[in-house]
């Protein structure tokens, strides 16, 4: 499964941003998606993930009531509306997706087996 991350760019405090993740296969549908992300000089942290259905969400508490994560079926892809950004949100989002995860494994990032390759989100003041 490949993963292509888009939406990123520069905004201000306050605004909005929406980033996309689109796989390559329908297989995607059976796989747990989701978002980290890594500024410069930190670790990976995990951002927020989505359940096989959509029917289930988890985020970190940082983004918590900012962001929304959803998927389209149909379209093999993962959304994340980013509303309130803060310049401590700037940072490179990586998509993520895994087959086989336990809602308690969602937020290790080790778990995941496929990573696209990051979409840059720069938040300024």
């Known amino acids: 499964v490949q993963l292509q991350a888009s939406g990123g760019g520069p905004v201000q405090a306050g605004d909005s941003l929406r980033l996309s993740c689109a796989a390559s296969e329908r297989t995607s549908r059976r796989f747990v998606m989701g978002w980290f992300r890594q500024a410069p000089g930190k670790e990976r942290e995990f951002v927020a993930a989505i359940s096989l259905s959509g029917g289930t969400t988890d985020y970190a508490d940082s983004v918590k009531g900012r962001f929304i994560i959803s998927r389209d079926t149909a379209k093999n892809t993962v959304y994340l509306q980013m509303n309130s950004l803060k310049p401590e949100d700037t940072a490179i989002y990586y998509c993520?997706?895994?087959?086989?995860?336990?809602?308690?494994?969602?937020?290790?990032?080790?778990?995941?087996?496929?990573w696209g390759q990051g979409t840059q989100v720069t938040v300024s003041s």
């Open positions: 993520v997706a895994d087959g086989t995860l336990i809602r308690s494994s969602w937020s290790l990032s080790s778990q995941y087996d496929y």
